[in-house]
């Protein structure tokens, strides 16, 4: 029976466990050669252990396997233990002896069990911490996450090396939707995670690049880097195949923040409220979609913040007011029509639709205001049949946001049969589409409101996605020009802008459309709507936005100057 003194064991033992024990001692080199000093001690030929994250994977053999010790002598197994971890991962060690070798006594077996059973107590802590660090710092897909993220700002900040070095940057792949839709989601998340990439690269070790969820990701890097991040940020071809036609150009909206000198970090906002604000304002942006931060998006903030406070009680309150602009036949001068307008009365001042409109269509509450609007107009005209007065056609604006709503049609229609208005009074406005999903639901809407015999008019033609689509395709009443088309006094008969007009007005009617040209303001404009055969105008050149005893007084026939003098 071969017998270990006790002073060489404890003397070995207490090297190896110390090394396992205390994270400043510990060097893997170190740790091997105390597990060969045991290794020798007890004469053992071979030690192997194995990783496995369940039982499953154990029992396909997908694991990490590890010959921590191997001399060639070879022999059977003479320590074989596994370990389950309350995570269900399996731990296993295995020794072997050469059978050459005289066998060990009792005492000496518990002791090569005790320093088995050590090592892979260290090897399940290890692996542990290696998972915490995987699941906590990474995204089910592999991508460092918001906590990775904020753990090198602080990291970086301690250091004294963050502040006036460092930007940081926040951004949203840009119609991303569409990508998915038309390479089917496995390309797509190719494309994602090459693009990802590229802008790990350009990040450096120093850095960090994170995805906080879905398509929308933050970074943080040393400002020499900021040029080259910026331009892949605008625009990079990524391929997900092979060939010039597997490959999509990306693009993303992004707010940046370079960190200032003076900054002073304390909790995740300092960073992160400064990125929303800015990334916020980049997805609304229509030009450039890289914004820096600034501290007037904080105060735009709070007006934002403001509004929707506001807007629950205003609406009960009925602060709302519909205006009415007139729309007249630029031949005879005669009103034919009218658009409805909002206008906001709060503590008796007047807010500007621009300064609540926008605000509120970041969420759905535009489309309770739409409704509100849709109402009130009813309202009004049922009053003016029931007072005899001869009503005209109002259009009424709906936002793009209500074309996620599957009742629309059942929405719309309750309302203005609730006040039992003739659906030929009724105009419903609809602004164009940005993505093809909206395309589709926009064809579904329309359709279904000439089924209604409900009037419908595209707004701001020329200015949004597909236009030449969005008339061919989907059955419109009316195609109402936007002024950026409409040539300004200053601009002659051959001008690009009027050369426009003209094939926008002839398209329109070839077509069968009703054509309006809004933001009509000199009499010149007028003459030019007459020569182009555009019937209908609205602008300032006739009337402003009216209030509705001011707008009333127009239904008894009024007539304007067919030059638009007063």
């Not at 207490?14 to 060969?36: A, M, Q, V």
């Not at 400002?223 to 490959?247: A, F, K, Q």
């Not at 629309?408 to 009074?425: A, F, M, N, Q, T």
């Given at each position: 029976m071969?017998?270990?003194?006790?002073?060489?064991?404890?003397?070995?033992?207490?090297?190896?466990?110390?090394?396992?024990?205390?994270?400043?001692?510990?060097?893997?080199?170190?740790?091997?050669?105390?597990?060969?000093?045991?290794?020798?001690?007890?004469?053992?030929s071979k030690g192997v252990t194995e990783f496995y994250v369940n039982e499953a994977m154990e029992k396909s053999g997908e694991g990490e396997i590890y010959c921590d010790y191997d001399d060639g002598r070879g022999g059977p197994a003479v320590v074989a233990l596994r370990y389950v971890s309350?995570?269900?991962?399996?731990?296993?060690?295995?020794?072997?002896?050469?059978?050459?070798?005289?066998?060990?006594?009792?005492?000496?077996?518990?002791?090569?069990?005790?320093?088995?059973?050590?090592?892979?107590?260290?090897?399940?802590?290890?692996?542990?911490?290696?998972?915490?660090?995987?699941?906590?710092?990474?995204?089910d897909q592999g991508y460092p996450n918001l906590r990775a993220y904020m753990r090198r700002v602080g990291m970086l900040y301690s250091q004294g090396k963050l502040a006036g070095a460092y930007t940081a940057l926040l951004f949203n792949l840009r119609r991303f939707t569409l990508i998915n839709q038309d390479i089917g989601r496995e390309n797509a998340d190719t494309v994602m995670r090459k693009y990802f990439s590229m802008l790990k690269n350009a990040v450096g070790r120093s850095g960090i690049a994170a995805r906080m969820g879905g398509d929308?990701?933050?970074?943080?890097?040393?400002?020499?880097?900021?040029?080259?991040?910026?331009?892949?940020?605008?625009?990079?071809?990524?391929?997900?195949?092979?060939?010039?036609?597997?490959?999509?150009?990306?693009s993303a909206s992004a707010g940046v923040y370079p960190i200032p000198k003076d900054f002073v970090f304390s909790t995740q906002g300092d960073i992160m409220d400064k990125l929303m604000n800015s990334s916020q304002a980049a997805k609304r942006s229509q030009g450039d979609h890289i914004v820096y931060f600034d501290y007037g998006m904080v105060r735009q903030t709070y007006k934002s913040m403001r509004v929707q406070q506001l807007f629950p009680r205003a609406l009960t309150e009925r602060e709302f007011k519909v205006y009415y602009q007139p729309k007249v036949d630029v031949e005879t001068g005669?009103?034919?029509?009218?658009?409805?307008?909002?206008?906001?009365?709060?503590?008796?001042?007047?807010?500007?639709?621009?300064?609540?409109?926008?605000?509120?269509?970041?969420?759905?509450?535009?489309?309770?205001?739409?409704?509100?609007?849709?109402?009130?107009?009813?309202?009004?005209?049922?009053?003016?049949?029931?007072?005899?007065?001869?009503?005209?056609?109002?259009?009424?604006?709906?936002?793009?946001?209500?074309?996620?709503?599957?009742d629309?049609?059942?929405?719309?229609?309750?309302?203005?049969?609730?006040?039992?208005?003739?659906?030929?009074?009724i105009e419903i406005e609809l602004t164009e589409t940005t993505t093809d999903v909206e395309f589709r639901d926009l064809k579904r809407i329309v359709s279904g409101l000439q089924q209604l015999g409900i009037c419908t008019s595209v707004d701001d033609f020329g200015v949004?996605?597909?236009?030449?689509?969005?008339?061919?395709?989907?059955?419109?009443?009316?195609?109402?020009?936007?002024?950026?088309?409409?040539?300004?006094?200053?601009?002659?008969?051959?001008?690009?802008?009027?050369?426009?007009?003209?094939?926008?007005?002839?398209?329109?009617?070839?077509?069968?459309?009703?054509?309006?040209?809004e933001g009509v303001e000199t009499s010149r404009q007028i003459e030019i709507l007459r020569r182009n055969g555009c019937r209908i105008a609205q602008g300032f050149v006739f009337d402003k936005p009216l209030p509705l005893a001011d707008f009333e007084k127009l239904l008894g026939g009024h007539c304007y100057y067919p030059d638009g003098t007063k």
């Open positions: 071969d017998t270990v003194s006790d002073m060489e064991f404890c003397q070995c033992f207490e090297k190896y466990i110390d090394l396992l024990t205390d994270p400043e001692k510990y060097s893997k080199d170190k740790l091997l050669d105390s597990l060969f000093e045991i290794a020798r001690l007890f004469r053992i309350p995570s269900q991962a399996v731990i296993k060690g295995t020794i072997y002896r050469p059978e050459s070798e005289p066998p060990l006594s009792e005492k000496d077996m518990r002791r090569l069990e005790t320093a088995v059973r050590s090592l892979l107590s260290y090897i399940s802590r290890q692996r542990l911490a290696g998972a915490l660090e995987k699941y906590a710092f990474s995204d929308n990701f933050i970074m943080l890097f040393r400002n020499v880097h900021t040029d080259r991040i910026l331009g892949i940020l605008r625009g990079m071809p990524v391929s997900y195949g092979e060939g010039e036609d597997t490959r999509v150009m990306l005669n009103m034919v029509g009218a658009e409805a307008l909002c206008r906001w009365f709060h503590d008796g001042i007047m807010i500007p639709p621009m300064e609540f409109i926008p605000i509120l269509e970041q969420t759905t509450d535009v489309c309770r205001l739409d409704f509100y609007m849709l109402d009130c107009v009813c309202g009004d005209i049922r009053r003016w049949l029931d007072e005899g007065r001869k009503p005209v056609r109002v259009s009424v604006n709906l936002s793009r946001k209500h074309l996620a709503d599957v629309l049609l059942k929405h719309i229609l309750d309302i203005i049969d609730r006040h039992s208005v003739p659906h030929e009074y949004g996605y597909s236009s030449l689509n969005l008339i061919r395709e989907i059955p419109w009443n009316v195609l109402k020009i936007d002024r950026c088309f409409l040539p300004s006094d200053e601009e002659g008969e051959g001008s690009v802008t009027s050369m426009m007009y003209r094939h926008v007005v002839s398209m329109a009617l070839e077509m069968g459309l009703e054509c309006i040209t």
